[in-house]
């Protein structure tokens, strides 16, 4: 089992910045891939960004270049760092983690981006 805690979210005005962390439970941290999926009001929620144990990533071609996913395995976090925030990132952001087969998900963190 992964518990999977996110903070990190709020309200910013377009071009500003924000960092989500999300805190994973267990042992095995290192091992887990993990990465960060949104959901706009009415839409499907689709990825944003992952990154493997070693440390392998992946982006949404609409965040390449803005967002940065990054893991700490000794603080069992992984974060996102995003930048340069548009009002069409405005979206519940939950955090995602791969294990055994297994899909985990976090309670999500709002994202609102003013313009």
């Known amino acids: 089992q992964v518990q999977l805690v996110e903070s990190g979210g709020g309200l910013v005005q377009s071009g500003g910045s924000l960092r989500l962390s999300c805190v994973a439970s267990?042992?095995?941290?290192?091992?887990?891939?993990m990465g960060w999926f949104c959901q706009a009001p009415g839409k499907q929620r689709e990825l944003v960004a992952t990154v493997t144990s070693n440390g392998t990533t992946n982006y949404a071609d609409s965040v390449k270049g803005r967002f940065t996913i990054s893991r700490d395995n000794a603080k069992n976090t992984v974060f996102l760092e995003m930048n340069s925030l548009k009002p069409a990132d405005t979206a519940v952001y939950f955090c995602?983690?791969?294990?055994?087969?297994?899909?985990?998900w976090g309670q999500g963190t709002q994202v609102t981006v003013s313009s």
């Open positions: 267990g042992s095995i941290f290192s091992r887990i891939r």
């Open positions: 995602w983690a791969y294990m055994l087969g297994r899909n985990y």
